[in-house]
């Protein structure tokens, strides 16, 4: 114990003496510590459970009930769970009254509105509420922070509106509203809201969902709404939040084990250590060189090699210790106070938390990097021979042949494991297989470097000095070479399997319907509702050409689609057909073609996908949710569509009638693309609830910020890594820098030698990650691409990203070394 005491002293006397190299060592180790510790507490902060979120959603109230559009049918679980679906019929009962909610709660129950929806201010919807602020039940779900709550005919805003008492909103086609306060969400500050008594809300059925838009009240009762009471609710058309059922919820929650994120875990906790120990090792190896002498003396005076080994680890226990808790408690208050700040860009917040578990962890992690850092410096410096260190001389580096051997074994393992990480469906296995390649690819470093070095003699004197200056100190080259050259395979596997990703995703999407198509679709409803939708659409989309489609019925009156299987850029995609007549095809095909049209009209299918039709017919399977499947043979010609990403068939009625089907008319298309404060939807959804409205926006062809943000992390962490080791290799070749310059060097001389480091240390570790990053991207692009279901694997190769990163960060590194100040101090040189 007396000898850890001295050697911390001594450590700690060290470090305040180097305090420019203590400090680079607590950055590298501190940084990620803190990274890590500020996101965890961020996350932690940002997460609202439902315990805290219980009084924004229910007040003062003992439950909120919402009703459920006719035709949805509800089932609550315990632990948050259920299922809702609509369009099915006699699911639920009609909408009822207050009156008959408050018979289902039981004598005592009180009810007040309560209902979401939007509010249509011009061309822009945004969030309201309906209610009584003023009311008892509503206390704490908002709290005032201006004016005074809203009485009919005024509102209150959120602070996002960034309106004051005393102004007006102007609704779309209703009166406007004063606003008399400002009213802030407990846990969200950017929410943008209107609250007031009768506001004119959109309909709120075409938005429906059990915790979003909806009618409904809060309920203040006499005895709790326990889960036993929601099945007859959900029954009657009522989802549930109770206060009961929420303080209950905590019982069912299970969080089962996940192997692929206990695995994902430990390859972040490896990469992370590693890198750390990468970037702090050559500021431990360059203080090693520095304290040779005193180390030496240490040992001349009776010190045995533990000793000199635990005053060696000390220096990591010291900066390690240090950096942890300082990154640790800096964390911790910017992952509380940034909350807030984030929220307001969207999100929410709640009170403030920090996860210890996962927070101790990562400190205990910081530590670890810090010893482990320090642990080949101090293997060193038992080993160093105490004679020659006092005399002057430069101890021998002698490397261990073992080393090489055991880090292509390593690679080799990688790679197999890489090979069988292919063909699973989870990337999480390639990922761990890649730390086996980096494992291995970090023991061979310093052979790498020993290796390059053999051809220095070719070069010109400040890159020959600069090369033998790098292999002479290979522990401190080997490290920096080692960190850049993970950095480097990591950033350029991710980039090959993001794009590989982005490339599959475009190339994969098609569609039935060309760019710019309006559809509307009846579903299953009788020939008297699609009658009246018809004639509504007709109404609301006037001077517009509608085409009309239809769906295939058996003799029963079960509704069958036909469908056939096609490959689309070599992935299997299943088409629906399409039944209609001349007009729908014209704005299939985007033109009159004559010789499709007569096809058309002589009954046979018009198939916009050539590989489905094999010897002029087109095989269908026509399947029912209710009947036995059957699959048709159908005489087939094939077509030019109106878009290049189109597929799709197109049926004739007389067709579809031959094969022993009925037809009815239940779609309707037209080239119209409804502005955004369009009613359609909303009057639409008044004729019936079972109709659907899409329009086809055609591929989006969005840019990559996935690449951008792997890119913006090489420069941080390749040049600054760069440009650190080559700030201790510089201030370690003084000596020879400054024989240089008594001898008439000039001062670009100098500084080539500087920058010279910085270009071997940056090109010999972007090349070997080159290959490393190309052989596991290439392998993470299956999983990416093909999501456990087989077929070929898009491999794309984002060249101009790839040659940024192993190309431009060299370069990069090498001119910001290339512009560092080269003047140097008198230094005392050896004869």
Wanted: aromatic fraction near 4%; charged fraction near 15%.
């Amino acid at each position: 114990m007396a000898a850890l005491i001295a050697a911390l002293r001594i450590a700690r006397r060290s470090a305040w003496r180097s305090r420019g190299r203590s400090a680079l060592i607590m950055v590298m180790i501190g940084l990620p510590v803190l990274v890590i510790t500020a996101i965890l507490t961020l996350t932690e902060t940002m997460t609202v459970t439902s315990q805290e979120r219980l009084v924004a959603e229910l007040g003062a109230a003992d439950a909120r009930l919402v009703q459920a559009p006719e035709g949805t049918e509800l089932q609550q679980r315990p632990g948050g769970g259920g299922r809702w679906s609509t369009g099915v019929d006699g699911a639920a009962e009609p909408r009822l009254g207050a009156a008959e909610v408050v018979a289902l709660l039981g004598p005592g129950a009180r009810l007040i509105p309560f209902n979401t929806g939007e509010l249509r201010l011009g061309t822009e919807r945004v969030d309201a509420l309906e209610t009584d602020l003023r009311d008892p039940l509503t206390r704490g779900m908002l709290t005032l922070s201006e004016g005074r709550l809203p009485a009919a005919g005024e509102v209150a805003v959120t602070p996002a509106f960034g309106l004051r008492p005393g102004d007006l909103l102007r609704p779309s086609g209703a009166a406007p509203l004063t606003v008399v306060g400002v009213v802030e969400h407990p846990h969200q500050p950017s929410l943008r809201q209107v609250v007031g008594l009768d506001l004119p809300l959109t309909s709120s059925d075409e938005f429906w969902s059990p915790r979003g838009y909806g009618t409904g009240w809060l309920a203040d009762t006499a005895k709790p709404v326990p889960w036993t009471d929601v099945p007859t609710l959900n029954k009657a058309g009522l989802h549930v939040t109770s206060r009961a059922t929420i303080m209950d919820s905590s019982r069912f929650e299970v969080r089962p084990f996940d192997i692929r994120q206990k695995v994902g875990i430990g390859i972040m906790v490896i990469m992370v250590v590693l890198e750390t120990v990468l970037l702090a090792g050559p500021a431990f190896a360059v203080g090693l060189r520095r304290r040779r002498r005193e180390l030496a003396e240490i040992a001349a005076q009776g010190g045995s090699a533990g000793h000199l080994r635990t005053i060696v680890l000390a220096d990591g226990l010291v900066l390690g210790g240090t950096a942890t808790v300082m990154a640790t408690v800096l964390g911790i208050g910017a992952g509380v106070l940034g909350a807030p700040v984030v929220a307001r860009w969207g999100g929410q917040v709640g009170s403030p938390g920090v996860p210890w578990t996962p927070v101790l962890a990562v400190a205990a992690l910081g530590l670890l990097a810090g010893l482990v850092a320090a642990l080949v410096p101090a293997v060193q410096a038992a080993r160093q021979d105490t004679a020659t260190v006092l005399a002057g001389r430069a101890p021998a580096v002698a490397g261990r042949r073992g080393w090489p051997l055991a880090g292509a074994a390593l690679v080799l393992a990688g790679l197999v494991a890489t090979v069988v990480a292919w063909r699973r469906p989870d990337s999480v296995w390639v990922l761990a297989s890649a730390v086996l390649v980096l494992l291995g690819l970090v023991v061979l470093t310093p052979w790498l470097v020993r290796l390059t070095g053999r051809p220095a003699g070719w070069l010109r004197l400040p890159l020959r000095v600069s090369v033998r200056d790098a292999v002479r100190h290979r522990t401190r080259t080997a490290s920096a070479v080692a960190a850049v050259m993970a950095v480097t395979a990591t950033v350029v596997a991710m980039g090959i399997g993001t794009h590989s990703e982005y490339v599959h995703g475009r190339n994969a999407y098609t569609s039935a319907r060309p760019t710019g198509m309006l559809a509307i679709w009846g579903g299953n409803v009788g020939d008297a509702s699609w009658d009246r939708l018809r004639a509504e659409a007709a109404r609301l989309l006037p001077g517009v050409p509608l085409a009309a489609g239809y769906h295939a019925k058996d003799a029963q009156g079960r509704r069958y689609a036909l469908r056939y299987t096609v490959r689309w850029n070599g992935i299997r995609t299943r088409r629906t057909v399409a039944i209609g007549d001349q007009d729908l095809l014209r704005l299939l095909q985007g033109r009159h073609d004559p010789r499709t049209a007569a096809a058309l009209a002589s009954g046979k299918a018009v198939v916009f996908d050539a590989a489905a039709v094999r010897d002029g017919k087109l095989t269908l399977r026509a399947s029912s949710t209710s009947g036995p499947p059957r699959t048709l043979d159908v005489p087939a010609v094939t077509a030019t569509p109106a878009d290049e990403y189109q597929g799709g068939a197109l049926l004739p009625r007389a067709l579809v009638e031959q094969a022993g089907f009925a037809t009815a008319e239940r779609q309707l298309y037209a080239m119209h693309q409804p502005p955004a404060d369009s009613p359609l939807w909303r009057e639409l959804t008044k004729v019936t609830a079972k109709v659907t409205i899409a329009f086809e926006h055609g591929h989006r062809n969005v840019s990559e910020p996935g690449l951008w943000g792997w890119l913006g992390g090489a420069l941080v962490l390749v040049v600054g890594g760069t440009l650190a080791a080559t700030r201790l290799a510089a201030a370690d070749m003084l000596p020879e820098r400054a024989t240089m310059m008594a001898i008439g060097a000039p001062p670009w001389t100098l500084r080539m030698v500087v920058a010279g480091q910085a270009l071997y240390i940056s090109g010999l570790g972007a090349l070997v990650g080159l290959v490393a990053g190309v052989v596991t991207g290439v392998a993470l692009s299956r999983p990416m691409t093909t999501h456990g279901a087989g077929g070929p694997a898009t491999i794309a190769i984002p060249w101009p990203f790839v040659i940024a990163v192993v190309v431009g960060l060299p370069v990069l590194a090498t001119v910001a070394a290339l512009i560092t100040r080269t003047r140097l101090p008198l230094v005392r040189r050896p004869l």
